[in-house]
């Protein structure tokens, strides 16, 4: 991993920072039911070539955040990821390209605006695998607005 932010942390910021290469998620929030990451910013990042897994995770236990200004490309899995515990967080002014699935929302009480949005269509290192460019579950009030989505495989570029 490249940058892990793990169990309860507030008032945090990662920015200008390249991140090149790593085996599995490039930067991860965890924590467990009873810890939080909250009040962050991951801003105006260079994120690049996980070979097995995701750029941006937040995992577990992570909200009222913002992710804006990165570029992540060439991660096998998701360029962006925020899981289902995932609350009131602001992805926006993103570029990332050349991901598995470029972004993924399990819980749509999230923000997602004005990103290019890029992705294969499938994981990296499982091809049969189709995906959506975008993927987004469990919508019940969140908004995607402005974003241009593309897709280098074609199919579905947004479920």
Sequence with gaps: MGISVCYTNLYFTIKLTEIDGCHDKEIILYGYSS????????????IKNSPYEDGITLYTQSTDGIIENNLVENCSRYGIILNPTIER???????????????????????IEDNYLEGIGHFGRVPASKRASVYISSCNGGTLKRCTISQVDKTAQLL
């Design 89 to 111: 967080v602001i992805v926006r002014n993103n570029v990332v390209k050349n991901c598995g699935q470029a972004l993924f929302v399990g819980n749509s009480n999230n923000t």
């Design 35 to 46: 810890d939080i990451n909250k009040y962050f910013t991951i801003s105006d990042n260079i």
